[in-house]
């Protein structure tokens, strides 16, 4: 081979070295004994290496277990986007790994590759995938009354630290908005959002929903086993949706959770750590809950660091026509509708109706007025006929009622509290505010 001929293959090495030293995954080769032959500057990075730690050593010592060029080595197959622990030096590495057999030109395996990336990069691109992401921002919660200012100013505050928040509300206030808006204006925002409605899963779901699984750790787990939410959502924000319907008995593990910044896999014993913020929702009166036996005080007051109390739509009269108007904007074009608002006699109608479903329920009246509406103007006939009832009159303000008229009240509907605070006008947690004040 001539010196020129023999320069030029130098110089295309050289170039394709730097081209591997340029990507984010990480490269390792072994030869077909185990020794390691080749890592990018990624792999070294990725796992906290320095070169002379790893280059020119047998692959098997570096790890606990058997490395997954090892396998490809005995298997004589690709292994692809398999989840990898890396043990190295005492740090466990958390990975995404796929690994291929590497043959000479007589198809003889003469070694093995893999290429791997950490574990939080590809959470991101999963959740950018499958939009495990926040999308909404402190801009788009709609509203001019002090109340709704109030919280929002207390929500701010909340999201420049990580502590945990507990968010109570009504169905239909926008708990998960302002869920996101917190986790959107912290220093969490490039990292996932995860969300999980412990109203959804069944009891012996929501465990491994929570948690993950390990291979074979119950009937039916996947022969690769399970990430938990806790895992997605490492190095941003778990979003627990209806925090007062979770099992008692999963309770105790989310406390455990946030007491040990850990979890473990179900059919593990390894602890993972994880860097999680939580943020819990619900509709009911967890200390209710408690006295019941359903909900344990500890984690009650765990979650409880930070509270956000978010005010129904009947305390918000004079956003009413506000968010009415933000709806019409919002929904006319997706529905291809011409309507340019609503008369006088349809925003009456929407200041007297109590709103039991608060802005969720007004957003949906809306939304079947645009599709009803044949005019300009929706009017108050077109609410009706969409589904809007005749005002709910309260008997009294919340402000003017007494612990006495309440109890009234509360005893002519046979002690039922549901149906005292839907006559009263009034919401749940407030009702019980009441009560308590005798």
Not at 151 to 177: C, D, F, M, Q, W
Not at 349 to 361: A, F, I, K, M, Q
Not at 426 to 435: D, E, F, Q
């Amino acid at each position: 081979m001539s010196k020129e001929r023999l320069l030029r293959k130098s110089d295309d090495s050289d170039m394709l070295f730097q081209a591997l030293d340029s990507v984010q995954e990480g490269i390792t080769m072994i030869d077909k004994e185990g020794y390691i032959r080749y890592a990018n500057r990624a792999a070294y990075t990725i796992m906290g290496a320095k070169r002379e730690d790893v280059l020119h050593q047998k692959v098997d010592r570096l790890t606990k277990g058997t490395p997954l060029l090892v396998k490809i080595l005995e298997k004589k197959k690709p292994i692809i986007d398999i989840e990898y622990f890396l043990d190295f030096k005492g740090k466990t590495v958390h990975l995404i790994n796929s690994g291929y057999p590497v043959t000479d030109e007589s198809g003889e395996i003469i070694g093995a590759i893999d290429i791997f990336r950490g574990m939080q990069r590809s959470l991101k691109l999963a959740d950018t995938i499958a939009g495990y992401s926040a999308l909404f921002t402190f801009d788009q919660i709609i509203g001019n009354s002090a109340k709704i200012k109030s919280v929002v100013k207390l929500a701010k505050a909340y999201s420049r630290n990580n502590e945990n928040v507990l968010i109570v509300g009504e169905s239909g206030t926008g708990k998960e908005l302002f869920a996101q808006s917190i986790h959107n204006h912290s220093k969490r925002a490039g990292a996932p959002f995860i969300a999980l409605n412990c109203a959804n899963f069944p009891n012996d779901l929501i465990d491994s929903e929570l948690f993950g699984y390990e291979e074979g750790a119950f009937t039916g787990a996947s022969k690769k086993g399970k990430m938990g939410k806790f895992e997605a959502a490492d190095g941003g924000t778990l979003f627990l949706d209806e925090i007062g319907e979770m099992p008692i008995h999963l309770q105790a593990k989310l406390l455990r959770v946030i007491e040990t910044l850990s979890i473990s896999r179900i059919g593990s014993s390894k602890p993972v750590h994880v860097d999680v913020k939580i943020i819990a929702a619900t509709n009911r009166d967890l200390e209710e809950r408690i006295r019941e036996g359903h909900f344990r005080k500890d984690l009650y007051y765990r979650l409880k660091v930070l509270y956000l109390d978010i005010p129904p739509l009947r305390e918000r009269e004079s956003d009413i026509i506000l968010l009415a108007d933000h709806f019409v904007k919002k929904l006319r074009q997706k529905i291809h509708s011409d309507v340019m608002g609503l008369d006088e006699t349809a925003k009456r109608l929407l200041v007297e109706h109590t709103w039991p479903g608060n802005v969720r329920e007004l957003e949906n009246v809306i939304t079947r007025a645009l599709v009803i509406c044949e005019g300009e103007y929706i009017t108050e006939a077109v609410l009706k006929l969409a589904g809007l009832q005749q005002p709910c009159k309260r008997l009294c303000a919340p402000v003017q009622l007494d612990a006495s008229q309440v109890q009234d009240v509360l005893q002519r509907l046979g002690g039922n509290k549901k149906k005292t605070a839907e006559a009263l006008g009034i919401s749940r947690p407030t009702l019980y505010k009441l009560l308590k004040r005798k």
